[in-house]
């Protein structure tokens, strides 16, 4: 079992939790957010974990098979293509999903990248903007954090 953990302060804070069982698993992903507006946020693993002069430093999508933009669901996808959470009335996000593509372990693992939380929905790549295929048209950067793994005492 491999478990990371995503720390968000500012505006927008919370914790995101990454676990898996073992390297083919599914990765499960938890999280609980405040500070969002009201609505959907495009969530995204983002190339590098380099925030040290904010979300920007993050990078592209995680997209180690050069695939264009999709929805979790999509066999076309960026690894890093979580989809959206939905922030309620009070600016809050609980979430609880798994994914088949995000891994902790091996070649094209995410541990070290960063979660960025986006400022607007993502169309899941069919929006039909100029950049629905590359960033799912999700607006800005709201809010992100590295993912570090958690060594077990």
């Given amino acids: 079992m491999v478990s990371a953990l995503v720390l968000l302060k500012g505006a927008v804070s919370g914790l995101i939790m990454f676990s898996q069982e073992h390297g083919t698993a599914r ?54 293509d979580l989809g959206n959470i939905v922030a309620d009335e009070h600016g809050v996000a609980l979430f609880n999903f798994t994914d ?24 899941l790549g069919k929006g039909g903007f100029t950049d629905s295929l590359t960033t799912g048209h999700a ?3 709201v809010a992100c954090g590295v993912i570090s793994v958690i060594r077990p005492n």
């Fill in 27 to 80: 990765t499960k992903i938890s999280g609980g957010l405040s500070g969002l507006a009201p609505g959907k946020h495009g969530l995204h693993i983002h190339e590098s974990g380099d925030i040290t002069s904010g979300c920007t430093g993050a990078g592209p999508h995680y997209n180690p098979f050069n695939h264009t933009h999709g929805s979790p669901t999509d066999a076309n996808r960026h690894v890093g």
């Fill in 139 to 141: 607006g800005g950067r």
């Fill in 100 to 123: 088949s593509l995000v891994s902790l372990a091996g070649q094209y693992s995410v541990i070290g990248r960063a979660v960025v939380v986006h400022a607007d929905e993502d169309d």
